[in-house]
């Protein structure tokens, strides 16, 4: 098993700019969510999914999108990249409700 | 929504003291309270969990006691050693949400 993959590692984005983080799990975890960590604020939830066609708002959701067409599958949509948006970004999963699996982070940098 | 507070944000002790880590949580109806370590560069991975119909839980050095009726739960490192320093951060669910803490850095000097 891989378990949780994000791609990319590392992105720079120009303030305006659209982009896809992309989560990948092959646990057959039901539940998967994005948070984003800043230094001093912890992990704070952007949004989260129950299920295959369910997702719903965390706490700062506003600039992104998500979508859960397959159970495997949970992508972050940037809409248009500012630079508060600037942060480490972790997919993470769990099996009911439990302890997540968490993907190795995308590091994004908007200028 | 729910809103969870961690104390200290810094803990600095040495080799073999103990170490306790402090979170309260603002909805009553949360019912799972994950604990996680992150080490610098890497990603948070799960240490110990407790449920809302259990008061404490302990594994091998580390343990976690929940006080449901003043909604708050603590994490207790005993006999640290210098890979214990990490990021600590605490977690309440309910259902399907998950909201964590700001997180503690803990640094186990030798």
């Known amino acids: 098993n891989a378990g949780v993959t994000q791609t990319p590692k590392f992105q720079v984005l120009k303030t305006g700019q659209s982009m896809t983080l992309q989560c990948a799990q092959d646990m057959n975890h039901e539940y998967m969510s994005w948070y984003r960590q800043d230094p001093g604020m912890g992990l704070r939830l952007i949004h989260y999914?129950?299920?295959?066609?369910?997702?719903d708002q965390g706490e700062v959701p506003n600039g992104y999108n998500v979508s859960r067409s397959t159970t495997e599958d949970f992508p972050l949509r940037l809409l248009s990249a500012a630079p508060s948006q600037t942060s480490v970004y972790f997919c993470?999963?769990?099996?009911?409700?439990?302890?997540?699996?968490f993907g190795s982070g995308t590091r994004l940098t908007v200028v | 929504g729910e809103n969870v507070e961690q104390h200290p944000s810094t803990l600095s002790v040495q080799e073999g003291d103990s170490a306790v880590i402090k979170c309260t949580y603002s909805?009553?109806?949360?019912?799972?309270f994950p604990w996680y370590k992150q080490e610098l560069g890497k990603r948070p991975q799960l240490i110990i969990d407790?449920?809302?119909?259990?008061g404490e839980k302990k594994d091998q050095r580390i343990a976690v006691t929940l006080n449901k009726t003043a909604k708050h739960f603590s994490l207790h490192i005993t006999e640290t050693q210098p890979e214990d320093s990490a990021v600590y951060f605490c977690a309440a669910s309910l259902g399907f949400k998950t909201i964590f803490g700001a997180g503690t850095r803990l640094f186990v000097k030798a």
């Open positions: 993470a999963s769990s099996y009911s409700a439990g302890g997540y699996t």
């Open positions: 909805d009553s109806a949360s019912n799972y």
């Open positions: 407790i449920r809302s119909n259990v």
């Open positions: 999914s129950v299920g295959a066609g369910i997702t």
